[in-house]
């Protein structure tokens, strides 16, 4: 039985991010041997990626990759905003819109086929991200993508990492940066009013329905209340009647035609939107465990 140093263990975990412990244990199991004590960690670590997988990942960020015509942006997801800041995980994000963009995925699944390695992981992203599971302790997961080629400018424009824009577009990249910003900050759902989904118009009409049945207005006066509601709201979420971020004396549109700037499509994506997220009860699970451990005793 080869004796297991210090110093090994040392070299095992900088290699795996593993526990000592653990490193320990598999280098024993592996008689010394290095090579083997990290495949058998990583056998390990797939395990603990299999059990994170059923963890909400509401946390996250947006990354964008634009070259020449092509570009992309993509949410990628996990539990923690820690997890966030760390090198591995930011490391794979910023590959994964890359690749979007290089390869034209038809969808998620597809990317995570795609040729990559990191940190020792690989061959496939999927495999990257089954490996980083494990290593930092947290589910991650490539939640959604855009990809766009060939037909117009891109700009983009990242809040932080949290929010992210794409902008299609003809015309100054200075005008359709500042769409960009804008879009951030307002958060329009459509280009025109016209483009604006119809079950979101339904919904505002039966809010706005609701609140003219409560006014007691006669019928004709009631539609009208209605049918105003409905119309101010297609201004609120349409990019393009929006009073314009930077100058709010003029349009999103005016702006453009003052620019002879015409912006074709826009992509929004926010963090976590529409994920429900799990509410942690600290003081529950704490008592929770010193039950568990009375109980035990």
Not at 64 to 91: H, Y
Not at 208 to 235: F, H, N, R
């Amino acid at each position: 039985m080869a004796a297991i140093t210090a110093s090994m263990v040392a070299e095992l975990r900088a290699k795996t991010d593993a526990p000592m412990m653990e490193c320990k244990k598999a280098l024993t199991e592996a008689d010394g041997d290095l090579a083997k004590a990290e495949e058998l960690l990583r056998v390990k670590l797939g395990t603990k990626a299999g059990k994170a997988a059923s963890r909400v990942t509401a946390e996250g960020v947006v990354t964008s990759f634009v070259e020449g015509d092509t570009g992309a942006m993509i949410e990628v997801n996990c539990e923690t905003d820690f997890v966030t800041k760390n090198d591995s995980f930011l490391a794979l994000a910023n590959a994964a819109a890359q690749l979007v963009a290089k390869h034209n995925p038809a969808d998620v699944a597809a990317l995570g086929e795609l040729p990559y390695s990191q940190d020792g992981f690989g061959p496939t992203l999927e495999e990257v991200r089954k490996g980083l599971i494990g290593k930092i302790g947290e589910n991650m997961s490539f939640r959604r993508f855009k990809r766009v080629s060939g037909s117009s400018k891109l700009a983009t424009y990242l809040h932080g990492t949290r929010i992210g824009v794409l902008v299609e577009f003809d015309g100054e990249e200075q005008a359709a940066k500042d769409v960009a910003m804008h879009v951030a900050a307002m958060k329009p759902v459509a280009l025109t009013s016209a483009d604006v989904p119809a079950d979101l118009i339904e919904k505002e009409r039966s809010v706005a329905t609701a609140k003219a049945a409560e006014s007691g207005k006669p019928a004709d006066i009631a539609a009208k209340m209605i049918e105003g509601s409905v119309q101010k709201y297609l201004k609120e979420v349409s990019l393009f009647n929006q009073p314009f971020v930077k100058n709010d004396k003029q349009t999103v549109e005016q702006m453009l035609k003052a620019a002879n700037t015409n912006v074709k499509a826009f992509t929004l994506f926010v963090v976590g939107e529409g994920i429900e997220k799990k509410v942690d009860d600290f003081a529950a699970e704490v008592a929770a465990q010193v039950a568990a451990a009375q109980a035990a005793a």
